[in-house]
């Protein structure tokens, strides 16, 4: 292997957003998810897809900060409630740094997963810092409103 091909196998770079679907008009959306959890416990959250439109979600970025200023650790199961289907085998919580990308590389999924308006996304969190400080985390859900309701 070249020593070019290395440097920019190893160089950080933002991925292109994957291009619009059809009947999307170009509407690029993210979902932001706060939860604030403190040491070893658990928490949840739950969005409701918005009534306008359905949402097709592309990629998934996370950041989780202790109160201290330094990265948390964080894990996560989502459920898709309209469809009664988890993310995951068996609704697992999967730890946050195998399940979501950064702001600059969010993970991205091979295929939209196809999110109907009005349904319900149900996030359970467990915090996996071991500190006694509160752990806030962020998750942002990327994607594009699609089969949008005109006024």
């Known amino acids: 292997m070249s020593s070019q091909a290395q440097a920019v196998a190893s160089s950080p770079s933002a991925l292109p957003p994957p291009a619009a679907p059809p009947n999307s008009l170009g509407m690029p959306f993210v979902i932001p998810v706060n939860v604030t959890l403190l040491s070893g ?19 998934l970025a996370a950041s989780s900060i202790l109160a201290t200023g330094v990265a948390g650790l964080f894990a996560v199961s989502i459920f898709d409630e309209l469809k009664s289907k988890p993310f995951t085998t068996g609704n697992a919580l999967v730890n946050g740094e195998n399940w979501f990308g950064t702001g600059a590389q969010p993970f991205t999924l091979p295929a939209p997963w196809r999110l109907y308006r ?12 071991a500190a006694a400080v509160a752990n806030t985390v962020q998750l942002a859900l990327h994607g594009y409103k699609v089969n949008i309701t005109q006024p």
């Open 41 to 59: 416990a658990a928490g949840g959250a739950t969005i409701t897809i918005d009534n306008d439109s359905d949402f097709d979600l592309w990629q």
């Open 118 to 129: 009005q349904s319900k996304l149900i996030f359970a969190f467990l915090e996996r810092s």
